[in-house]
């Protein structure tokens, strides 16, 4: 991967990421225990993603890319875990 495609990457990666975390909401009826596991990977997503800037402002862009990346596998778990409501399939892998 040359210099452009990477800085390219981490710019969809960010973006599509921020989408998701502005997008996400966790679900109502939640118990005790899937309310706590529920903020839990929010709070990963959440450092995650600002790792992520933190690291594309450094200029260390493959770990940006990886922190990104990170965040919004954080996202799509909860998703798959039905902690979180998303409908929006091209930001999130939903169970049909």
Do not use: P
């Amino acid at each position: 991967m040359n210099d452009k495609e990477l800085i390219e990457k981490v710019e969809k990666y960010e973006s599509t990421t921020k989408k998701g975390l502005d997008e996400i909401k966790k679900k109502a009826d939640l118990d005790e225990m899937h309310e706590k596991v529920a903020n839990d990977f929010l709070s990963m997503a959440n450092n995650y993603f600002n790792d992520g800037k933190f690291f594309k402002e450094k200029g260390d862009l493959l770990t940006a890319l990886a922190s990104f990346s990170y965040a919004h596998a954080w996202l799509d778990a909860g998703v798959r875990a039905h902690l979180f409501d998303a409908i929006n399939d091209q930001l999130f892998t939903l169970l049909k």
